[in-house]
């Protein structure tokens, strides 16, 4: 295999992989964002045996929101 060959089978396997993972964060924040919305639901019924569930969800999602945030920011190019 030449090395133009194996660069765009990389460049391939590359733009798959980013596909997957774009997959995956979209499955991902839909499962934390209905799993957030269920804490809310839950919280109004005030239900002492699931406080601390609900308590721990909803920190989990700020603290999400500031990590992704984080990620997500645009980076100065250095140049």
Known sequence: MSILETNQYLCSQLEKSKQNFRNLMEKFLTS???AYILA???QK???E???GLIESMLEEEVQFDRELAEKT???ARLG
């Open 45 to 47: 019924y005030k239900s």
């Open 49 to 51: 045996e699931y406080k």
């Open 32 to 34: 934390k964002a209905t």
């Open 40 to 42: 809310n639901q839950l």
């Open 73 to 75: 920011r645009p980076t």
